[in-house]
């Protein structure tokens, strides 16, 4: 399997619709709860009533159940769509993230100095050049 995107609570299918419904309430992705293997969903396009997260990554997974995934099968038949977050994805063994990074922001940094630092470690790029 190759690297896909972790579902989240809205993401919908291949049938139009469908909007995934999260029941665990301790995993999230940006802020929004992710899917797990048979998480319930809204009726889709086709009128399906609960086209349902069927599967699960074989080898990640939150509160015991596989994290669904993009392109993942559902219930009706149809697949998911994620677009309700676009930079954690799950592959073979492990789930990683892409950090977005504005370097116009402050960065925080894991520092090591001989004199104690206060919290935040924090500093403008520009400290450092």
Known sequence: ???????????????????????????????????????????DGKRHKNPKAKEGATSVFAVGKGI???NMARSCGAKTIVSGQDNVYCGDTAAFTIPTIDIADPIPLAISLNEPVTPPYIFSPDTFT
């Open 1 to 43: 399997m190759s690297a896909e995107l972790l579902a989240v609570d809205g993401d919908k299918n291949t049938h139009f619709k469908g909007e995934l419904l999260s029941t665990q309430i301790s995993v999230f992705v940006n802020g929004i709860n992710i899917i797990i293997e048979g998480d319930d969903a809204l009726r």
């Open 68 to 70: 669904h995934l993009n």
